[in-house]
């Protein structure tokens, strides 16, 4: 079985090759502030579920 773009030239498949890694590197740089706020708040959320020493007393006077 031939390789779909066997029939271009090696400079095209090159050239092809360095636009589709361009493409990649531009929308992943493009996504990171969306992945790093996705992942903030979702690290928010899991230490959210953990009560604050400071707020124990609120919860459960009589346990301390």
Not at 43 to 59: N, Q, R, S
Request: positive net charge; charged residues 15%; hydrophobic residues 50%.
């Amino acid at each position: 079985m031939n390789r779909p773009y066997s029939a271009m030239s090696i400079r095209w498949q090159r050239l092809l090759c360095f636009a589709t890694w361009g493409v990649f590197i531009a929308l992943a740089s493009v996504s990171l502030p969306f992945l790093f706020d996705l992942v903030s708040r979702g690290i928010g959320w899991v230490t959210a579920l953990f009560l604050h020493p400071d707020e124990l007393w609120k919860e459960c006077p009589r346990c301390l």
